[in-house]
């Protein structure tokens, strides 16, 4: 997360995440799941533009284009033009906002102004990385002080992916999704992410997903990955809940079979998807490749960098 100081507010960079290991556990008592992940933060970003607002409510505005501007996290509408709009309890930027005011027990208003670019309904984090972002923000804009300790129990109340994003870095998540180790990795691996036609819901992937009876151990992975192993790692990226999306979604076999032709140290999806990230020698590579995949048809390619 990229933070800066503007003339009248603060500009939040709100990144996406690529999970390289994912393993589900088993079906908690809370409806959620069990789960193992390495995530790392990638160089694709969102914008938010947090300045206070002295008529006390919450003003929301969302750019975006195409379906990267639709989504539950979104509340301006496709093919509208960009308009303030009033709070609504179903955004989680605007939830992220509410809930920090109740909480820290002020009556402030904010302006909130997001640039959509992650894709959404794809595996990336970018509503959580943007109700983070958010908190980030309010918490500056405000002048509240709160040490992220406390942004983080806040976080964890909004979903499970928005603790990792205040981590700010690479991290190991466990429980469901909330409780954050860091994560070391060497070298600068590059990567080309592809987003679909077609998105997928986070809950009928986990609803297909059979949890691991013999679970798969995380530790290689994260040695590789610290000692700057690429090549390794690509052989070592799992997810999950790969079989269970390739049963709702056709695009998860025909992305499997594309990116398979290429020449990369190994490829996967993101999180329940449908995005798919292919792990590449360096930037250069990356590039190259996203021209060839973006020509085939299969979707929106991007090569991005991970983030330390």
Same mark, same amino acid.
């Given at each position: ?77 496709? /093919?509208?033009?960009?308009? *303030?709009?009033?709070?609504?309890? !179903?955004? =989680?930027?605007?939830? +992220? %906002?509410?809930?920090?005011? $109740? ?83 060497? /070298?600068?691996?590059?990567? *080309?992410?592809?987003?679909?036609? !077609?998105? =997928?819901?986070?809950? +009928? %992937?986990?609803?297909?997903? $059979? ?98």
């Amino acid at each position: 997360m990229l933070i800066h100081r503007s003339s009248v507010g603060w500009i939040i960079q709100a990144p996406a995440k690529l999970n390289l290991f994912f393993e589900v556990l088993g079906r908690r008592g809370d409806g959620y799941h069990e789960i193992e992940t390495l995530m790392v933060p990638i160089g694709l970003y969102d914008t938010l533009l947090f300045e206070e607002d002295s008529s006390g409510q919450i003003l929301f505005e969302c750019r975006g284009n195409s379906r990267e501007s639709r989504s539950q996290d979104n509340i301006a509408a496709l /093919g509208q033009s960009p308009a *303030v709009l009033p709070a609504n309890r !179903e955004n =989680l930027v605007v939830r +992220a %906002v509410d809930l920090f005011r $109740r909480r820290a027990g002020v009556r402030r208003g904010a302006r909130v102004r997001l640039i959509k670019r992650i894709p959404i309904a794809g595996g990336l984090g970018g509503g959580s990385s943007d109700a983070a972002a958010a908190l980030v923000a309010a918490n500056e804009g405000w002048q509240l002080g709160w040490p992220r300790s406390e942004l983080r129990s806040l976080a964890a109340e909004l979903g499970s992916d928005v603790p990792f994003f205040l981590a700010d870095g690479p991290a190991v998540c466990r429980g469901r999704g909330e409780r954050i180790v860091p994560a070391t990795i060497a /070298g600068n691996a590059a990567f *080309v992410v592809v987003y679909p036609p !077609e998105g =997928l819901s986070t809950a +009928a %992937v986990y609803k297909h997903c $059979r949890p691991a009876s013999n679970p798969r151990p995380i530790e290689p992975i994260l040695e590789s990955a610290g000692r700057g192993d690429w090549s390794l790692v690509g052989r070592l990226l799992f997810n999950r809940l790969q079989p269970a999306a390739r049963e709702l979604s056709v695009w998860i076999r025909r992305l499997e079979e594309t990116v398979s032709r290429q020449d990369c140290w190994g490829h996967g999806m993101s999180g329940s998807g449908t995005c798919y990230f292919a792990l590449c020698r360096h930037m250069r590579h990356a590039r190259r490749v996203a021209r060839r995949l973006q020509a085939t048809g299969i979707g929106k390619a991007y090569a991005v960098r991970a983030s330390r």
